[in-house]
């Protein structure tokens, strides 16, 4: 009997010890991630972009790097979670490969670091990758001038026969391939 109240005890203390110490730094490793995002982003910026390129050109060199510097990984069983896009992005930066994803997030901080515009990145379906088929995949949407235009760096690269189709788009124009966006969802890059 006092064995089991000590190991009851034992296990109380553990718990405790869990929810105190390492929750909070779960939390705090979340605001950290977005100064280190930042910094990340920051110095992709600078060295492939100039300061004297318009918006439109630092959108082009950054969805041309994004599709050359990272390669795809498939990650099954999406599930966001707040700041998720953050996550993803830095991650993309560190193993130079991932999913759609990871292609929006990454891209999505490039572009809105580069011009301030209004960023988000949308989820939902496409049959950009086989006409018969809808699959879950993320993309981004770039408001310029009260219009929205997609850039979708990872379509763009391994959708066949699509160089350039999915860079600065309007939205109309893609509607077919993104299922007329019915059920996306968005989430707005802030750093």
Not at 41 to 57: L, Q, Y
Not at 76 to 96: D, L, Q, R, S, V
Request: proline share 2%.
């Amino acid at each position: 009997m006092k064995k089991k109240n000590i190991l009851k005890k034992i296990m109380m203390y553990v718990f405790v010890f869990v929810l105190l110490f390492m929750v909070p730094a779960q939390a705090q490793a979340a605001s950290v991630t977005g100064k280190a995002l930042n910094k990340k982003v920051t110095g992709i910026v600078k060295k492939k972009v100039k300061a004297k390129d318009s918006k439109a050109k630092k959108l082009e060199k950054l969805f041309k790097y994004t599709e050359k510097s990272y390669g795809y990984a498939r990650s099954y069983g999406f599930k966001p979670k707040k700041g998720w896009e953050k996550n993803y992005a830095m991650e993309m930066y560190k193993k130079k490969k991932g999913s759609c994803y990871h292609f929006a997030a990454s891209y999505a901080f490039l572009a809105k670091k580069a011009t301030n515009y209004t960023v988000r990145v949308g989820v939902g379906k496409t049959n950009g990758f086989n006409p018969k088929n809808l699959q879950d995949h993320a993309w981004v949407e770039i408001k310029i001038k009260n219009k929205w235009y997609i850039c979708d760096p990872n379509m763009d690269k391994f959708a066949e026969n699509s160089s350039g189709t999915y860079f600065l788009k309007e939205r109309n124009e893609l509607k077919g391939v993104y299922a007329n966006f019915k059920g996306a969802k968005y989430y707005k890059v802030k750093f």
